[in-house]
Protein backbone atom coordinates (compact mmCIF):
# COMPACT_ATOMS: atom_id res chain seq x y z
CA UNK A 1 0.00 0.00 0.00
CA UNK A 2 2.89 2.30 0.93
CA UNK A 3 4.38 1.35 -2.30
CA UNK A 4 1.32 2.68 -4.31
CA UNK A 5 0.98 6.02 -2.42
CA UNK A 6 4.17 7.03 -2.70
CA UNK A 7 4.20 5.93 -6.88
CA UNK A 8 0.56 8.30 -6.52
CA UNK A 9 2.41 11.13 -4.80
CA UNK A 10 5.88 11.40 -7.16
CA UNK A 11 3.33 11.40 -9.93
CA UNK A 12 0.68 13.90 -8.20
CA UNK A 13 3.77 16.14 -6.93
CA UNK A 14 6.81 15.58 -9.11
CA UNK A 15 8.62 18.89 -7.75
CA UNK A 16 8.83 16.54 -4.36
CA UNK A 17 10.88 13.89 -6.03
CA UNK A 18 14.68 15.18 -5.94
CA UNK A 19 14.01 16.31 -1.99
CA UNK A 20 12.56 12.43 -1.52
CA UNK A 21 15.11 10.74 -3.19
CA UNK A 22 18.00 13.15 -1.44
CA UNK A 23 16.65 11.86 1.89
CA UNK A 24 16.22 8.33 0.86
CA UNK A 25 20.05 8.31 -0.50
CA UNK A 26 21.19 9.73 3.62
CA UNK A 27 19.34 6.35 4.65
CA UNK A 28 15.59 7.27 5.18
CA UNK A 29 12.52 5.49 4.04
CA UNK A 30 8.89 6.83 3.83
CA UNK A 31 6.59 5.41 6.75
CA UNK A 32 3.25 7.30 6.17
CA UNK A 33 1.89 9.52 2.65
CA UNK A 34 -1.22 11.24 3.55
CA UNK A 35 -2.41 13.05 0.19
CA UNK A 36 -5.31 15.59 0.23
CA UNK A 37 -7.26 18.49 -1.37
CA UNK A 38 -8.97 21.46 -0.35
CA UNK A 39 -10.98 23.58 -2.53
CA UNK A 40 -10.39 27.11 -1.66
CA UNK A 41 -13.06 28.93 -3.88
CA UNK A 42 -14.46 27.89 -7.19
CA UNK A 43 -12.10 26.66 -9.50
CA UNK A 44 -9.18 26.72 -6.92
CA UNK A 45 -7.46 23.85 -5.04
CA UNK A 46 -4.91 23.48 -2.88
CA UNK A 47 -3.50 19.92 -2.90
CA UNK A 48 -1.04 18.80 -0.46
CA UNK A 49 1.12 15.90 0.66
CA UNK A 50 2.87 14.90 3.25
CA UNK A 51 5.43 12.08 3.67
CA UNK A 52 6.91 10.74 6.56
CA UNK A 53 10.63 9.69 6.43
CA UNK A 54 12.67 7.73 9.09
CA UNK A 55 16.15 6.21 9.72
CA UNK A 56 17.42 3.67 11.50
CA UNK A 57 18.20 5.83 13.99
CA UNK A 58 14.69 6.91 14.84
CA UNK A 59 15.35 10.54 13.64
CA UNK A 60 12.43 11.60 11.77
CA UNK A 61 11.31 14.02 8.79
CA UNK A 62 8.28 15.24 8.08
CA UNK A 63 8.21 16.47 3.99
CA UNK A 64 4.92 18.34 3.03
CA UNK A 65 4.46 20.13 -0.16
CA UNK A 66 1.56 22.16 -1.58
CA UNK A 67 0.53 22.95 -5.06
CA UNK A 68 -2.46 24.50 -6.51
CA UNK A 69 -3.26 28.29 -5.26
CA UNK A 70 0.56 28.51 -4.34
CA UNK A 71 3.41 26.10 -4.33
CA UNK A 72 5.80 24.78 -1.19
CA UNK A 73 7.73 22.21 0.02
CA UNK A 74 9.35 22.30 3.06
CA UNK A 75 11.23 19.95 5.45
CA UNK A 76 10.79 19.85 9.17
CA UNK A 77 12.03 17.43 12.03
CA UNK A 78 10.12 15.66 13.72
CA UNK A 79 10.55 14.54 17.40
CA UNK A 80 11.29 10.79 17.68
CA UNK A 81 8.44 7.80 18.80
CA UNK A 82 8.85 7.59 22.45
CA UNK A 83 9.87 4.19 23.53
CA UNK A 84 6.87 2.00 24.43
CA UNK A 85 4.48 3.86 22.33
CA UNK A 86 2.74 1.55 19.64
CA UNK A 87 4.69 1.31 15.75
CA UNK A 88 1.02 2.36 14.51
CA UNK A 89 1.01 5.56 16.32
CA UNK A 90 2.28 8.53 14.29
CA UNK A 91 1.09 11.16 17.24
CA UNK A 92 1.94 11.39 20.79
CA UNK A 93 0.25 13.51 23.24
CA UNK A 94 3.71 16.08 23.57
CA UNK A 95 3.30 16.07 19.57
CA UNK A 96 -0.16 16.58 19.73
CA UNK A 97 0.12 19.39 22.26
CA UNK A 98 2.85 21.52 20.84
CA UNK A 99 1.03 21.25 17.16
CA UNK A 100 0.54 24.90 15.73
CA UNK A 101 -1.42 25.89 13.12
CA UNK A 102 -0.65 28.83 10.34
CA UNK A 103 -3.19 31.19 10.16
CA UNK A 104 -4.56 30.91 6.67
CA UNK A 105 -5.54 33.92 4.02
CA UNK A 106 -9.00 33.04 3.07
CA UNK A 107 -11.74 31.52 5.39
CA UNK A 108 -8.80 29.90 8.36
CA UNK A 109 -10.07 27.77 10.81
CA UNK A 110 -11.67 29.50 14.37
CA UNK A 111 -8.48 29.12 16.50
CA UNK A 112 -10.83 28.09 19.79
CA UNK A 113 -12.38 25.52 18.01
CA UNK A 114 -8.41 23.79 16.88
CA UNK A 115 -7.21 24.21 20.44
CA UNK A 116 -10.42 22.76 22.03
CA UNK A 117 -10.32 19.93 19.72
CA UNK A 118 -6.49 19.38 19.88
CA UNK A 119 -7.24 19.15 23.83
CA UNK A 120 -9.33 16.57 23.42
CA UNK A 121 -7.18 14.45 21.38
CA UNK A 122 -4.50 15.13 23.29
CA UNK A 123 -6.22 13.70 26.68
CA UNK A 124 -7.41 10.80 24.37
CA UNK A 125 -3.64 9.99 23.32
CA UNK A 126 -2.63 10.46 26.77
CA UNK A 127 -5.27 8.12 27.87
CA UNK A 128 -4.38 5.57 25.16
CA UNK A 129 -0.25 6.11 25.53
CA UNK A 130 -0.10 5.93 29.68
CA UNK A 131 -2.82 3.16 30.34
CA UNK A 132 -4.27 0.90 27.18
CA UNK A 133 -1.21 0.45 26.02
CA UNK A 134 0.64 -0.23 29.26
CA UNK A 135 -2.37 -2.03 30.31
CA UNK A 136 -2.51 -4.11 26.72
CA UNK A 137 1.29 -4.69 27.30
CA UNK A 138 0.39 -6.12 30.61
CA UNK A 139 -2.31 -8.58 29.21
CA UNK A 140 0.47 -10.20 26.40
CA UNK A 141 2.62 -11.46 29.17
CA UNK A 142 -0.31 -12.89 31.66
CA UNK A 143 -1.27 -14.50 28.30
CA UNK A 144 2.36 -15.50 27.10
CA UNK A 145 2.53 -16.80 31.03
CA UNK A 146 -0.59 -18.81 31.14
CA UNK A 147 0.67 -20.18 27.88
CA UNK A 148 3.59 -21.48 29.03
CA UNK A 149 1.94 -23.35 31.62
CA UNK A 150 -0.32 -25.05 29.32
CA UNK A 151 2.72 -26.07 27.70
CA UNK A 152 4.32 -27.03 30.87
CA UNK A 153 1.24 -28.96 31.85
CA UNK A 154 0.76 -30.84 28.57
CA UNK A 155 4.33 -32.80 28.89
Not at 40 to 52: Q, R
Not at 102 to 120: A, H, I
Amino acid sequence: MLATELKRLLQQFPHIKSEYERLQNTGYTPTDILIRSTAIWDGEDLDTAEVMMENDEGKRLLITVSQGYFNDISVKEVQPRKPGIHHNLMLNDALIHYKRFNKSLFRGYNMNEVDEFLDTVMKDYTYLEHVLVKENDILKKEIEQLRGRQMWQRK
